[in-house]
């Protein structure tokens, strides 16, 4: 099997709101913000067993851990005081309550699994649908706090790393393109630029009037279609340097086996030459899925979470260039 | 034993002329530049065996490999018409024949080895003029095309590398003083800069008036003393940000093991810095000194002898890159 690292990971969210509270940004009442926390958690208690955090009782370097891992938004970062979240396990699940709207539930997967991280987070939705009455109305569907989550409340995002599509200035064209079929293309950090890592997510921006199936698969085939101009593009440019390509990946490799500090930025661009590298055949590892998830365990506070100590920015430097080389070291072929 | 790599090689060579012919600059007549080479060569196959290189009848890769050992100059190069060297099988003396000089007589070792050098290539010299009469004044002493090398005729040089001095950017006082002692230094490739790998090379510019005893023994004070201020400025720099210096370090070694092809210039600049990082106990290599050997060997005209192939200047840069990495490689402990 080649690894073409192309489609990182898929997310399904739903977004629901119980039935007679205001929408969290109207939710000046603890009393009724805390109600909320207590009815969805009860309902959850039903289900696999949760872990639930207050956004006021967990550290700040804690919260950011769980951003980094993309189990919350910084939207619910910042509503420290009602914000909570439950998450499964697995780390897979989770639910964040009083974000923008009461429930934000999201389904993680390894891969392209648009219908299966569906599938999961609508048996989640439907258990809770059991204990909770959402806001819902025949005609608009849903009831959100912003009008473009009306109707399904569904958002579908599949991340992709893309670099050859980044490095021949094709994104722009990708994205007024996919924006036609209602969809948005993201980079992770924003910027959409190497300093990502060339990584990259597509969603849905419609909600309203199109079936919850109809806008998986709107997403699943602008994916595919995108998977397939990566992977030729990638060929095309190494086909056109085949020793430039194999050199600057190989020295991404060394790089990261070698040195004795990294920054966050640079490590992204390293580790995407990597994973480029070992897409075009260049580098082998024994275990070539523990890139993605290194690139997620050296995120600042992660790296805080790993090495059990407050570090600061240096230290994380130091600290990730010397779990970086382990992790490589010993996936070495 | 720590190994710092201060002190590279030292060069020991002799002046001579042969009396009754001009100065090879003046020497327009093919059949007494010819006997001069006969002479010489004649003189030389009484010692241990050397062979003998027409420079007109040597390729220009082969030459040029020649001058990237330090064996020929860049002089005898461009005298192709007249000029031959007397080459011996450890490669560690060599006689270039009408070169500025009739004879220059040279004996090169690794480290600092003055007297030795000095000692060797007296030996040679003695018995060249058992068959050979010297053109020699008895106040002027030996007589040279160049009124410079006048007296002794004898220039003893000692190869450096002194990346933290260069760093520190204290060269120019260096410099300063040791040529109020007589002696000069110079970047190996003229400029005495990283691009030169930080190796400079320090001789007496002094020949007339001093005996030969009093030559050496002032070239090896000098490099004594800036070898103590180097390794000096190492620690200091490296106490400094030991972190950095070993990041610095490790990311040129993890280059050099990974790359896919890498320019002279660029190579330089690394070895330097693992050099550096050897001295300083960050990389450790199971024989340190192949470094200096590889930085002879991978030169342009080398690499097109260890191909045994003509290359062009990318392919040597793929060659050096596979070469380099397989050397140091098989030196990881």
Redesign the interface.
Known sequence: MSIDYTVISTRVRLARNISGYPFPSKLKDETKAKEIVRKVNTAVSKLDSFNLYFMNNISESSAISLKEKYLISNDLIANHNYGAVLINKAEDISIMINEEDHIRSQCFMRGLNLKEAYSRISEVDDKLSNSLTYAFDKDLGYLTACPTNLGTALRASVMLFLPALSQKNYMTEIIREVSRLGLTVRGIYGEGSDADGYMYQISNEVTLGVSEEKILSIVEDAVNKIVVLENKTRKEINLADP??M??IT??S?????????ISSKEFLQHIANVKLGISLG?IKLKEPMVLDNLIVAVRPANINILSGKDLIA?ERD?YR?EYVKEILTKNII
């Open positions: 020793i430039g194999k050199d190989k020295r490799f060394g790089i990261l086996t070698n040195c004795a500090k260049y240096v130091i260039a």
